[in-house]
Every structure is written in structure tokens, then in C-alpha cells.
């Protein structure tokens, strides 16, 4: 549930809860579309009723009170209790909710339609962005997106609400040639090769996971490219510019019926990438469980007949089975 659009509440109460959350009047002020004097008026009108402060100003970033942890606690349940009754309300006189939602690029043109195709008439509004992970989680937090399908769990980030629905398998993707000269290749086959590991922007969850595996492996590669783009890391690599580390569903972004690369299982050593729904807790919890259903409907559908296909006549059938 969003609160913006929890009607129950005066604006200078959801103002409060924003701010509870993101502990910056600037910030606050700038997603409500007010100036910062007059949030900062607008709180000191509310602690001047109540009788005590709500926010310890003296910290960086501001601090709410014990006071105010209790009453957001208050207000936030309160929202909670009366969001079956603003629903009914919002169909009863056509004011429908919007969703924003954030997909990483890889299963984007596959579960984008889906959804729209399940929400129908029930959204007012529904708009889409897409980005690698990093981006998007960033976007959640400053309130720029509502739900995000993104790679990886982001476990440090407190306060989210998280559902998996997608996992695969890591490997190898070389130009063509290179799969014709040799069947198998080990690590430090792959450390001789005169091409350069391409490997996905820095703020991107894949070049994490990708990094995390090569130190704990301690291996290193000439990597002078990162590129934000899985279809254009595909068309790079089919043209022998270079090879990469990734995911089965990054073959996918291509929209080939066949590709020219060729694929291995990784030499030694595995790790698994997760695609996770996300939105903040306690809001949009109703959506995240339907996008949930409707993610993991076409995974079994469409992305897992689709991934087999192309893995069927590689060694790496056994890793389609792993998706999951």
C-alpha cells in the first residue's frame, strides 16, 4: 500500500511518515512537490498540537524520537486496517491505483506484457522502466518505483519486502570459433585467451556476482568493458570482440531464434544468480504476490521452453534443468 494514497490520512500525517522513513526534509520535500520551509512548518505545527518533538534535528540524518516511532507504529496500522475499504472505494468511484514497476533487462519483453495483461483495467495507471539492478534498487528507496524484478537479494538493505522467483545457473558464453578449437576449456585456458572478458556496468548486480566468484576463486582477466546491455553483450561476443560469464536468460535479450556463440558449462566452481520482487515493507504487498504468480507462470511458459531450446544441443542441458 502506498502511503500518498491513503485517503484516511491528512497530508501533513503521510508528510510525517515519509519523513520517518527517509529521514530528510529535502528528500521529503521534493516527492511531495512542496518546498523544504513548508515541510519543515508542517512538522513543527504537528509536534506544537502534540506537545513534544518528533524529530531529533541535531543528528545527521534526522532522527525520529521513540515518540515518533510509536506514533507512525499507530498510523501505519491504522493504513493498513482500512486499505480492503479503499480499494472498494477506489473502484466504486473509478479511482483506480498506479504502479510503477522496475524489470532488469533480461526477462523484461516476457514479463512486461504479462502483467499488463493481468492488472487490465484494475490500475489507473501502470508504467515501466528498465535498468540493471543497482539502478532500479536506488530508484525503489527514493520512492521513483513501487515493485522492482531485480538480480540478487540486496541483504544489507533493511526494510524491504522480497519474494524469489527465479534462479539460474552461471556460464560460459565464447565467439564461435572458440567452441569449435576446443571442447572444454579450463580457467587458465580461458586467462591465455587473446580476448577481453566483457563483463556488465559497475552498479549492476551481474558484475557483483560475476566479481564475487573471481576473487573468492582468485582469478583474474583483462576486462576493460563493461557494457549495460545484455543484447549488445551478445551481439559483442558474436562478433569475437570478447567473452563473458553470465546467465542463461541473457540469451534471451538477443530475440535470435539461434546464436552464433557458443556456450560451456564454467570450468570449476558454481554460483547461481536470483531474481527477487521487491518493494518496500508494508507497501504493495497485495501487487508483489500477484507479479509473483504471474513471474513464476511465465518462467514456466515461455523462459524455461525458450532456455531449453537453446541449450539442448550443448553440454549445458543439465543447467536448464537447474533453473528454477
Not at 166 to 178: A, D, G, W
Not at 206 to 229: E, G, M, V, W
Not at 295 to 317: D, G, H, N, R, W
Amino acid at each position: 500500500m502506498k502511503l500518498q494514497d491513503t485517503g484516511a490520512l491528512k497530508p501533513s500525517w503521510r508528510a510525517f511518515l515519509l519523513l520517518c522513513e527517509a529521514q530528510s526534509f529535502s528528500n521529503v520535500a521534493k516527492t511531495v512537490g512542496i518546498s523544504q520551509s513548508a515541510l519543515s512548518k508542517t512538522i513543527k505545527a504537528i509536534e506544537s498540537e502534540l506537545g513534544f518533538p518528533l524529530f531529533d534535528r541535531t543528528k545527521r540524518p534526522i532522527v525520529p524520537t521513540p515518540e515518533a516511532l510509536l506514533l507512525r507504529e499507530e498510523l501505519v496500522v491504522m493504513s493498513a486496517g482500512i486499505d480492503a475499504k479503499i480499494k472498494k472505494l477506489r473502484l466504486q468511484k473509478d479511482l483506480r491505483p498506479t504502479l510503477r514497476f522496475g524489470c532488469v533487462d533480461s526477462v523484461c519483453r516476457f514479463i512486461v506484457p504479462a502483467l499488463i495483461n493481468h492488472f487490465g483495467d484494475s490500475l489507473s495507471k501502470f508504467s515501466q522502466i528498465t535498468a540493471n539492478s543497482g539502478i532500479l534498487i536506488k530508484k525503489l528507496l527514493s520512492n521513483e518505483l513501487d515493485v522492482i524484478l531485480v538480480s540478487g537479494s540486496f541483504d544489507e538493505i533493511s526494510g524491504l519486502y522480497r519474494r524469489k522467483v527465479f534462479t539460474e545457473p552461471s556460464l560460459i558464453v565464447l565467439p564461435p570459433k572458440f567452441g569449435e578449437i576446443k571442447k572444454q576449456w579450463s580457467w587458465q585456458d580461458l586467462q591465455k585467451l587473446e580476448l577481453p572478458l566483457l563483463s556488465s556496468s559497475e552498479s549492476s548486480e551481474a558484475k557483483r556476482l560475476n566479481d564475487r566468484f573471481l576473487s573468492s576463486s582468485r582469478l583474474h582477466f583483462f576486462s576493460p568493458y563493461q557494457i549495460d546491455s545484455d543484447e549488445i553483450m551478445i551481439s559483442l561476443i558474436e562478433s569475437g570482440t570478447g567473452w563473458a560469464i553470465t546467465r542463461p536468460s541473457t540469451l534471451l535479450a538477443s530475440r535470435k531464434d539461434k546464436l552464433s556463440v557458443s556456450l560451456l558449462p564454467l570450468p570449476k566452481g558454481s554460483f547461481d544468480r536470483h531474481l527477487y520482487l521487491m518493494s518496500k515493507e508494508n507497501f504493495f504487498i497485495p501487487e508483489v504476490n500477484a507479479i509473483e504468480s504471474v513471474c513464476k507462470a511465465v518462467l514456466q511458459s515461455e523462459i524455461k521452453p525458450l532456455l531449453k531450446e537453446f541449450l539442448k544441443y550443448t553440454k549445458l542441458l543439465q543447467q536448464a534443468k537447474q533453473i528454477k
